[in-house]
Each structure stands twice: as structure tokens, then as C-alpha cells.
């Protein structure tokens, strides 16, 4: 088993398609109660990139 010292070198970049991002953001919606602390800014990250592009009517939509 890898120890946690050892996670400082992981590394990744990805480009998440549009359905990847709202699927992801819609997924972590749902367990947002059990999110790992470790997941909390790439989920924030999700999140905010979905309010960027979308009216707030259009929000309560997308996560309802």
C-alpha cells in the first residue's frame, strides 16, 4: 500500500468533456455528505463551473 507521504507525487491533467463536468458535478451533488475533505476543492471547482455558464434558474434545474 502506498503511504499518504507518498501521494504529493501524483499528479494528473484531464479535460473533462461538458457531459463529463455536469454528470461529475451532479454525482458529487448527490453524496456531497459523504465527500472525502480531499475532494471538497475539486468539487467547489465543479460547482462554480457550472455556475459560471448556467442563469440561476437554470441551476435549480440542472441539480434538481
Do not use: W
Not at 491533467?13 to 475539486?42: H, M, V
Request: with cysteine.
Amino acid at each position: 500500500m502506498i503511504s499518504p507521504e507518498n501521494y504529493s507525487h501524483f499528479e494528473l491533467t484531464y479535460k473533462f468533456s461538458s457531459g463529463e463536468i455536469a454528470a461529475l458535478a451532479k454525482f458529487l451533488r448527490n453524496n456531497e455528505n459523504s465527500l472525502p475533505k480531499e475532494l471538497e476543492n475539486f468539487y467547489n471547482c465543479l460547482q462554480k463551473s457550472v455556475y459560471d455558464c448556467l442563469s440561476l434558474e437554470e441551476v435549480k434545474q440542472f441539480f434538481s
